[in-house]
């Protein structure tokens, strides 16, 4: 008795967009380039904000540590 033969068939995977893709998109349909960039810039700047205050809690904290720890 033989095997039967395998038969391939083509699958298609189609990744699903995640929702900042899908925002983004949609935030091309409605609005001109310079908008979008104005946006992405001061969005950017945010994230730098939050960055540098961070780094700035963190250093406060290593200073009074080291002050503390002092004799």
Do not use: Y
Request: aromatic share 2%.
């Amino acid at each position: 008795m033989q095997a039967a033969p395998v038969r391939v068939t083509a699958v298609r995977a189609t990744a699903i967009p995640s929702f900042t893709t899908a925002l983004r998109a949609v935030e091309s349909l409605l609005m001109s380039g310079g908008q979008r960039t104005a946006r992405r810039n001061a969005w950017n700047s945010v994230l730098e904000d939050r960055r540098r205050a961070k780094d700035r809690i963190e250093t406060e904290r290593a200073m009074r540590q080291s002050v503390v720890g002092r004799p």
